[in-house]
């Protein structure tokens, strides 16, 4: 499948793209020292919603939140990404012949 306006990408390539964007954002600010949060947020967030099924977004959120001292949307974040890491863990120990 094909969006318009960006001529050869596929949507798997965008969110692939847009996920690894939010991670490199992320590494970028906590390598730095003081960092934007809100920016780092708001990409995370963006990656996290292009893919649920990826934890990785999940996590960077809740370490941002935790920083920021946002405990309760920091323990939404590390849920989400427990609950997404379970899923993948289901998934992987289910039987070939399940599937």
Do not use: C, W
């Amino acid at each position: 499948m094909k969006i318009a306006g960006l001529v050869g990408i596929t949507d798997e390539e965008l969110i692939v793209r847009a996920m690894r964007d939010a991670q490199s954002l992320l590494a970028e600010h906590i390598e730095r020292g003081p960092y934007d949060a809100e920016q780092a947020i708001t990409e995370l967030r963006k990656a996290s919603e292009l893919d649920p099924a990826f934890a990785d977004p999940f996590y960077a959120l809740g370490r941002v939140y935790r920083r920021t001292g946002d405990q309760a949307r920091a323990e939404q974040a590390f849920s989400a990404f427990r609950a997404v890491k379970n899923a993948e863990r289901e998934h992987a120990t289910i039987s070939p012949a399940k599937r």
